[in-house]
């Protein structure tokens, strides 16, 4: 039975992970904390602009430059990765005139503080913004944790030379969740064709398994330097097919550029608690849950 190895938040979008133990699953099902603070551009409205790169979000998506910013983290608690307060490190970046350096930030009073910090050393005005209910992940539809197994991230670690290991796949992609005791590619069965959700157990939680996550440019660049890896995007759509399961049959697996599974968190699991060691079990398919109750609360 697969279990989770490996729990992360990103309570800074686009930013240094935070490994936790056990996570809270807060409101609209997300790991509590996790993308509770993102970086947009200076008067972006965070819920309405697009999370894609012709977006306002300063995220790896549309700004290679984020990938030199490291970011640790003071946390509410164990079980809540919401920042008290952010310590950013920058190189040096003779474009824009910003000095290397670092600096920490109590967090929400100097959020201003690190917008302009952070402005300077991107070279335009930048707003921090903040949602502490359900926090401001990439898929809105399905906002509950995102899942891979660290067999995956071995195995597309392999496939590229200038990549080192899982760990360093695994902050290229970004996951919530990596789980171990099962093969690569487990994940792409905790989804199903359009309509259909997996539901999944996860210790005494239940959630949905919705959609295989479509990747962006992001995985092909250094998570520290933003250097990216010549002919990424074509060798991984090659390899994916070579080595893609019987399993991963779905009308939703559309295209090869997909790699990780986003999942929806029925509203009655929200402040339930998921621990590292936890039972992974796939319970079975069923119809999609209506997206309408991830807006309540």
Not at 232 to 258: G, I, M, N, Q
């Amino acid at each position: 039975m697969a279990r989770i190895a490996a729990l992360v938040a990103y309570p800074l979008k686009s930013n240094d992970g935070a490994a936790v133990d056990r996570a809270e699953l807060g409101p609209n099902g997300a790991l509590r904390g996790d993308r509770s603070y993102a970086l947009v551009e200076a008067g972006v409205d965070p819920h309405t602009t697009s999370v894609g790169g012709d977006g306002g979000y300063v995220n790896g998506k549309r700004e290679p430059a984020v990938h030199g910013l490291l970011a640790r983290y003071e946390r509410v608690g164990s079980a809540d990765a919401t920042p008290t307060a952010v310590t950013l490190s920058r190189p040096a970046r003779p474009e824009t005139g910003a000095a290397a350096g670092e600096r920490t930030f109590a967090l929400p009073e100097d959020s201003k503080a690190l917008a302009t910090w952070v402005g300077e050393y991107l070279g335009y005005g930048v707003d921090l913004v903040r949602e502490p209910n359900g926090g401001l992940p990439d898929d809105r539809a399905a906002p509950g944790p995102t899942v891979v197994s660290r067999a995956t991230l071995e195995t597309v670690a392999s496939w590229f030379d200038e990549i080192a290991d899982a760990t360093e796949m695994r902050r290229r992609l970004r996951p919530n969740l990596v789980l171990d005791d099962c093969p690569a590619f487990w994940e792409d069965r905790l989804f199903a064709d359009h309509g259909e959700a997996v539901r999944v157990s996860i210790g005494a939680t239940e959630l949905f398994g919705v959609n295989p996550c479509q990747r962006c440019v992001v995985p092909s660049r250094d998570p520290d330097t933003g250097d990216e890896i010549d002919g990424f995007r074509e060798t991984f759509l090659r390899k994916r097919r070579e080595t893609l399961p019987a399993w991963t049959e779905s009308d939703r697996f559309d295209h090869d550029f997909r790699l990780m599974v986003n999942t929806v968190v029925p509203d009655e699991e929200w402040g339930s608690t998921l621990a590292v060691g936890d039972a992974v079990a796939i319970e079975g398919v069923e119809p999609e849950p209506d997206s309408e109750n991830l807006k309540k609360g």
